[in-house]
């Protein structure tokens, strides 16, 4: 059986890849947290 991601967790993944993205362009952790506006734990994380 095949379960459906929630809606949530696609935020969550479009988040993580932004902040992958972000980071592979040399941005530091303080830097990416200001740039999508999420604190420096979420981008830690």
Excluded at 16 to 35: D, K, P, Q
Aim: charge should be positive; hydrophobic fraction near 55%; avoid cysteine.
């Amino acid at each position: 059986m095949r379960m459906v991601a929630s809606a949530k967790s696609e935020v969550r993944a479009v988040l993580r890849a932004r902040i992958v993205l972000t980071a592979a362009a040399g941005l530091v952790n303080g830097a990416i947290a200001r740039e999508l506006e999420v604190g420096v734990k979420t981008v830690r994380e």
